[in-house]
């Protein structure tokens, strides 16, 4: 059976009787004059899976995910790469190495056993190494944005005592007081990451060859 490695060109279904082995799902230039880069599809359900056991959700070690959650994960990625690409830019630091191994031991803890770990490492065919990578990629973006986007998510006083007017809440006491400013903080903060990732996104060049749909989750490496 002829075998059809998908190019980047060819975003079109494989001629009958042809295995496609690998499918690319985006290509990313960042800035837009950059060499191209290529997101597969395995790529994406390894960076899927990793995403969400990080976030508790140990079911998607090994099971099936849907087109939509795919779909999520891609966006996640994309920015992902994108703010990565930011802080080397501006020269941020890498995680050191002993935060990294913190939290590859928080999500080895995820998945409840060392059995369940190993068995994640084979059907994802990735090394520690390579999910070391990705866990210090994560870490190093979270810290950039945070860092990026900490003060301006800060609520002054005078601005969570106005939140509290509109809301007939004024003379509102401590504990509601703090909540009102979490709230606040939190909505800021999702405006400011909001408003930069639209900056970023409009300065690379991204293409979504084929966006992940039901019925498979990657080829071959």
């Known amino acids: 059976m002829p075998v059809l490695l998908l190019a980047v060109a060819l975003a079109a279904s494989p001629p009958p009787g042809a295995r496609v082995v690998e499918e690319i799902v985006a290509v990313v230039r960042n800035p837009a004059s950059a060499?191209?880069?290529?997101?597969?599809?395995t790529k994406l359900t390894e960076e899927a899976r990793?995403?969400?056991?990080?976030?508790?959700?140990?079911?998607?070690?090994?099971?099936?995910?849907?087109?939509?959650?795919?779909?999520?994960?891609?966006?996640?990625?994309?920015?992902?790469?994108?703010?990565?690409d930011d802080a080397a830019r501006l020269r941020v630091d890498d995680v050191p190495r002993e935060d990294?191994?913190?939290?590859l031991r928080r999500f080895r803890a995820q998945l409840g056993s060392p059995q369940d770990y190993a068995r994640f490492l084979q059907e994802s065919d990735l090394?520690?190494?390579?999910?070391?990578?990705?866990?210090?990629?994560m870490v190093r973006v979270q810290r950039y944005v945070a860092s990026r986007v900490g003060r301006a998510a800060?609520?002054?006083?005078?601005?969570?005592?106005?939140?509290?007017?509109?809301?007939?809440?004024?003379t509102a006491p401590g504990p509601a007081r703090e909540a009102a400013r979490a709230q606040l903080a939190d909505e800021r903060t999702r405006t400011q990451v909001k408003e930069l990732l639209a900056d970023l996104r409009?300065?690379?060049?991204?293409?979504?060859?084929?966006?992940?749909?039901d019925g498979g989750e990657g080829g071959a490496r």
Request: glycine share 4%.
């Open 50 to 84: 990793i995403a969400l056991v990080s976030r508790g959700a140990s079911a998607a070690a090994t099971g099936p995910l849907d087109a939509e959650a795919l779909r999520a994960a891609l966006d996640w990625l994309l920015d992902q790469m994108l703010l990565a």
């Open 35 to 41: 060499p191209p880069r290529v997101v597969t599809l």
């Open 100 to 103: 990294v191994l913190g939290e």
């Open 202 to 213: 409009s300065r690379a060049d991204i293409r979504i060859v084929s966006p992940p749909r």
């Open 154 to 170: 800060r609520v002054p006083d005078d601005e969570v005592d106005r939140w509290l007017r509109e809301r007939g809440a004024a």
């Open 127 to 137: 090394t520690e190494d390579e999910l070391l990578a990705t866990l210090a990629r």
